[in-house]
């Protein structure tokens, strides 16, 4: 194959990066001061992780793996999958993994937790890029299509469900079965996958009774104004209270106490349109509809099926997860636990999201350039 002429990064990308990192670290701030009124070492805390693993360590990991090689992670693809699917697992060895609210998703290393799920995201998204493009011709086939789809979106999942983390294995689901639909994959397949998926989803949601419970509350948010749907009310008062204009930065009042539970996390967008009203978060949606945008024309114009699946993989991962937890906390889907990348608490997650981004910087930097008509 004729080598591939280096190029630099797609600048309005990295531009639309740094805007959203920017507002995002902002928000966190102003929706943490809630935690500094409590407890100053806690704040100090948050904030020195969020911004020292999310930020500034995410920000190196972007710059470094925007200068290797897109096409060196096919080849180690199934390794990074397998480590991603054993880091999973060590959540469940007493001392390591630790639980909150009811799961246990998360690993203690002393002096920080991750939660590594967000790896398992990338690895999986990676395998079955790297598994999509060295099969492309066959991908309507039982062997190279249905059968991979099932087993790896399937690995990924038995180390979830026990856990349990529903919105993840949605999440990686989701992106999976795009990816294999936009691959080629046969129509009759494509049936056997949603009828999997009814099956699989209705047994989950026997054994996990919090699943039907937030589907309830979806339906019926009065029914249960105190308890399993306080969050989404108290959300939704939030939202209505910054009307236009917001009450500006930092003087969100539904941020403090127990109005609004995870504030800096699952609600943080609640904060954001508190603070900036309508005018703002349109402005936000718009931000991220054309960091989709900018990730998919790169996508397109990629030189490799590998280059092109795993950069719509990755902007697929992070802007569904976006539109989710916007839709959720705004009433119109059920909650779904996915943060909003780039605002929400969670320093493994940014970080993770900003090293795969510097994937999407590279593949950036040999996309093909469109030819212009000349009339």
Same mark, same amino acid.
């Given at each position: 194959m004729k080598k591939l002429r280096k190029k630099k990064v797609d600048i309005k990308l990295l531009?639309?990066?740094?805007?959203?990192?920017?507002?995002? /670290? @902002?928000?966190?701030?102003s929706t943490s001061l809630s935690i500094f009124t409590e407890d100053k070492d806690q704040f100090w805390s948050l904030i020195i992780r969020h911004v020292g693993l999310g930020v500034i360590g995410g920000g190196i990991?972007?710059?470094v793996t925007s200068h290797i090689d897109y096409s060196h992670w096919?080849?180690?693809?199934?390794?990074?999958?397998? /480590?991603?699917?054993?880091?999973t697992a060590l959540v469940f060895i007493p001392g390591l993994g630790f639980s909150h609210g009811g799961a246990t998703r998360w690993l203690s290393l002393g002096f920080i937790t991750l939660q590594p799920a967000e790896f398992l995201k990338l690895g999986t998204i990676l395998f079955f890029s790297a598994w999509l493009a060295k099969h492309k011709d066959r991908i309507s086939t039982f062997k190279f299509g249905l059968l991979p789809f099932l087993g790896i979106v399937g690995i990924a999942f038995a180390t979830l469900i026990p856990q349990p983390d529903t919105g993840t294995m949605a999440l990686i689901g989701l992106v999976c079965f795009l990816l294999y639909f936009m691959r080629g994959a046969s129509w009759k397949h494509i049936g056997v996958v949603i009828f999997c998926f009814f099956v699989f989803a209705g047994a989950y949601a026997a054994v996990n009774p919090h699943v039907i419970d937030r589907i309830e509350t979806f339906a019926n948010p009065s029914r249960d104004p105190y308890g399993a749907s306080y969050q989404v009310q108290q959300s939704k008062?939030? @939202?209505?209270s910054g009307k236009l204009y917001g009450r500006g930065?930092?003087?969100?009042?539904?941020?403090?106490?127990?109005?609004?539970?995870?504030?800096?996390?699952? #609600?943080?967008? %609640?904060?954001?349109?508190?603070?900036?009203?309508?005018?703002?978060?349109?402005?936000?949606?718009? /931000?991220?509809?054309?960091?989709?945008?900018?990730?998919v024309r790169i996508a397109r114009l990629a030189p490799t099926s590998f280059g092109q699946n795993i950069t719509i993989g @990755? @902007?697929?991962?992070?802007?569904?997860?976006?539109?989710?937890?916007? %839709? %959720?906390? #705004?009433?119109?889907?059920p909650l779904s636990g996915l943060p909003l990348?780039?605002?929400?608490?969670?320093? #493994?997650?940014?970080?993770? #999201? /900003? %090293?795969?981004?510097?994937?999407?910087?590279?593949?950036?930097?040999?996309?093909?350039?469109?030819?212009?008509?000349?009339?």
């Open positions: 531009t639309i990066i740094f805007l959203l990192l920017a507002i995002g /670290l @902002i928000t966190y701030i990991a972007m710059y096919k080849k180690y693809s199934l390794h990074v999958f397998i /480590l991603s699917v054993l880091a008062i939030a @939202i209505g930065l930092g003087q969100s009042v539904h941020k403090f106490g127990p109005y609004l539970p995870e504030s800096n996390s699952d #609600s943080i967008f %609640a904060v954001f349109a508190e603070e900036f009203g309508f005018l703002g978060t349109s402005l936000l949606v718009v /931000l991220y509809s054309i960091f989709t945008f900018f990730g @990755i @902007i697929f991962l992070i802007t569904i997860q976006v539109f989710f937890n916007i %839709a %959720a906390i #705004s009433g119109l889907v990348i780039f605002m929400s608490h969670g320093g #493994s997650a940014l970080f993770i #999201s /900003l %090293a795969q981004l510097g994937i999407v910087l590279n593949v950036s930097r040999y996309i093909k350039t469109p030819r212009k008509v000349v009339k």
